[in-house]
């Protein structure tokens, strides 16, 4: 069984910055594909950034190109979400989930985190 826990959001006006932590349970950590979903009210669950399980590929939603990175520390079992220049559209509760099983885009993943919540200010 794998547990994730995320940390670090809040609340943060508009240009400022957040940087998530997502920390796994398991073995499994340092040999699986991690991604990053947000879910604001009234929307489905979106894609937002993914890592490789060594960090050689990442991939971003357009809206957060150049604004939000994503890493990972393999020996401390945690994943990073960086997000600067944050807007009110960010606001969502950001989740991190462990092991894709279709495209790393969809929200189809082996375990997920309960989420913590991103609120932006204008």
């Known amino acids: 069984q794998v547990q994730l826990v995320e940390s670090g959001g809040g609340l943060v006006q508009a240009g400022g910055s957040l940087r998530l932590s997502c920390t796994a349970s398991g073995r499994v950590f340092s040999t699986t594909g991690m991604g990053w979903f947000r879910q604001a009210p009234g929307k489905e669950r979106e894609f937002v950034a993914f890592i490789a399980w060594n960090g050689d590929s990442l991939r971003y939603a357009e809206f957060v190109k150049g604004r939000f990175t994503i890493s990972r520390d393999n020996a401390k079992n945690t994943v990073y979400l960086q997000m600067n220049s944050l807007k009110p559209e960010d606001t969502a509760v950001y989740f991190c989930?462990?092991?894709?099983?279709?495209?790393?885009?969809?929200?189809?993943?082996?375990?997920w985190g309960r989420g913590t919540q991103v609120t932006v200010s204008s």
């Open positions: 989930a462990a092991g894709p099983k279709q495209q790393y885009y969809r929200p189809y993943y082996d375990y």
